[in-house]
């Protein structure tokens, strides 16, 4: 069958209509709730005016025989042969077929809803001289869950994401492989299979596919919401991790962090902060002095309880500080990016004019994910040295040692369960790949297409190590998560507060206490999938009703 392009001139939608695009509006919360969540794509109106404006302007172009970089001339430092319009099409089409060399694994199926819909949304924008039946197959692909098999090896991020954009500009020609029904498939038997015919590319189209920073936004634009969620996650850890070794919550009050007014910074220690607001174990400042003992007359004792907590815990909002300022510009580059014109030529409907200019450079993205692929990993880092904490006997304040169950000398069991030393090992080791994972990538440029391409952004790998980046980061949350919650149920988690019993709570319905030494990997898994779903943010959420059962010894 064939989908209609569907349109909505208005703007106007209603809860479960389709997300419209028009090269303006697309937000990456509409990008998450098609590339994740599954919904449908329409074009508007007035982008479907707009590009059959520029299309037209191409056309008059091509007939009076003007050299058009890419459209009447050969390729990167080939622009200097020009060839006669009847050999246009055939060349966009030999444009895809020499780029379709990619190697590495294959994209993840929500990167690719990704790079679809960003890729049509930047054509919609009318600027791009394609006809709006070429945008209208990359939204019907997106609706019928077509997706073309996307290698993820082979991309400069100039001019654009070349050879990973040109296995997606091969399925509209039923060229390629693609995954539908969950099954890898020639991309030409899927589209006779639904009704769709191959599509004949004239000139210009085959280049304004590929010649674009699509493919780089979408892991991009993922990168930054799950780097947003992993913020949240990470002050839920901190707040977790206070309990468990009898922290001093008053390291989170406002005073102090309005003191040094970072935004990110602000907002992190006040999030720790409310999440602790009851809790019976991480104590206000002049609860921690109560119980310290003091000098008792003599001038000089021991105290009985710390008053400052160890840096990974004191100094968390600092970090997930620098991760929140960070986000707040890098989305909105990537935002401005996923709405952009970024191919070559552009053509100027108005001034009847076309334009050879350098937007396919993702400069901004590569910057972007470079300095966000960091921030993240600084959180993996900060949650590991929290988790070296609670499992560590040495440090976590009469917690059992790897926070295994309390067992009596004479118990069978004493002495044969190590609890969560393996899981502790295991999330160094992530953590230190992610941290190897974060170098910058854009300082990295090759000069490449005969010195034409001489300085390129390197987008593409930027933006992946940060989706790989964020991927790891979560994994360490997942293994902290399980620690916190085992170390709260040793504690009694009757005592710890109501938003982190709410999270306890969410992760015990999944994963039991460990009683005994046992494969752990499955529990990780199914942690993991609670953050990426948002499922632990919406628990310890300010609108969440607050936990009042009780737990624990």
């Not at 909505?8 to 997300?19: H, K, Q, V």
């Not at 076309?354 to 921030?375: C, E, I, P, T």
Request: charged share 20%.
């Amino acid at each position: 069958m064939s989908v209609d392009v569907k349109t909505a001139p208005d703007g106007t939608l209603e809860t479960g209509a389709p997300i419209v695009i028009d090269g303006n509006t697309l937000t990456l919360e509409d990008l998450h709730a098609v590339a994740v969540e599954g919904s449908g794509v329409a074009l508007r109106d007035e982008s479907l005016r707009l590009m059959a404006g520029s299309r037209e302007l191409k056309v008059d172009l091509v007939a009076e025989g003007h050299a058009i970089y890419g459209v009447t001339t050969g390729f990167g430092d080939s622009v200097i042969r020009q060839i006669a319009p009847v050999k246009s099409a055939e060349l966009q089409h030999n444009l895809i077929r020499y780029h379709m060399n990619g190697t590495g694994p294959s994209t993840p199926p929500d990167v690719v809803r990704a790079t679809l819909l960003i890729r049509a949304n930047c054509l919609a924008k009318g600027n791009s001289g394609v006809r709006p039946e070429v945008v209208a197959r990359l939204v019907d692909q997106l609706n019928l869950g077509i997706l073309p098999r996307l290698p993820q090896r082979g991309s400069l991020g100039a001019s654009g994401d070349l050879v990973p954009l040109c296995h997606l500009a091969a399925s509209l020609l039923a060229e390629g492989d693609v995954t539908y029904d969950g099954r890898l498939r020639p991309a030409g038997e899927v589209l006779a299979e639904v009704g769709l015919a191959p599509l004949t590319l004239e000139a210009k189209e085959g280049l304004a596919l590929i010649n674009g920073t699509s493919f780089s936004s979408a892991f991009a634009a993922l990168a930054c919401l799950g780097a947003t969620r992993l913020a949240r996650i990470a002050e839920l850890s901190t707040a977790m991790a206070s309990e468990a070794l009898l922290g001093n919550r008053g390291h989170f009050a406002e005073f102090i962090h309005l003191a040094k007014p970072h935004p990110g910074q602000v907002t992190s220690a006040r999030e720790v902060a409310r999440l602790l607001t009851d809790s019976k174990l991480a104590l206000d400042h002049s609860q921690v002095i109560e119980l310290t003992g003091g000098l008792g007359g003599e001038e000089y004792a021991e105290l009985k309880r710390s008053i400052q907590d160890r840096y990974s815990v004191r100094c968390a909002p600092h970090v997930v500080g620098v991760l929140r300022d960070t986000l707040d510009w890098a989305r909105r580059w990537v935002e401005i990016e996923i709405n952009s014109s970024n191919d070559n030529p552009l053509f100027d409907v108005a001034a009847r004019e076309v334009h050879s200019g350098g937007n396919f450079y993702g400069g901004h993205v590569a910057q972007a994910m470079d300095s966000l692929k960091v921030a993240v990993a600084n959180i993996a880092d900060l949650l590991d040295r929290q988790l070296e904490l609670v499992v560590d006997e040495k440090f976590n304040n009469g917690l059992t040692p790897n926070l295994i169950p309390r067992h009596a000398p004479t118990d069978w069991r004493a002495g044969l369960h190590h609890g969560f030393k393996g899981m502790q090992i295991a999330c160094s080791s992530i953590t230190a790949e992610a941290l190897k994972t974060s170098t910058p990538a854009s300082v990295f440029s090759r000069s490449s297409e005969a010195h034409n391409q001489d300085k390129v952004s390197m987008s593409a790998i930027a933006a992946r190590d940060a989706f790989q980046v964020v991927s790891m980061a979560e994994e360490v949350a997942a293994i902290h998560l399980l620690a916190l919650c085992q170390a709260l149920d040793l504690r009694g988690t009757a005592q710890a507060s109501s938003r982190t019993r709410a999270a306890h709570a969410l992760i015990r319905e999944r994963v039991p206490f460990v009683e005994d030494d046992r494969a752990m990997e499955s529990d990780i898994h199914a942690v993991v999938e609670l953050i990426r779903s948002g499922a632990l943010i919406s628990v310890t959420s300010p609108a969440a009703p607050a936990a009042n059962g009780h737990g624990g010894e």
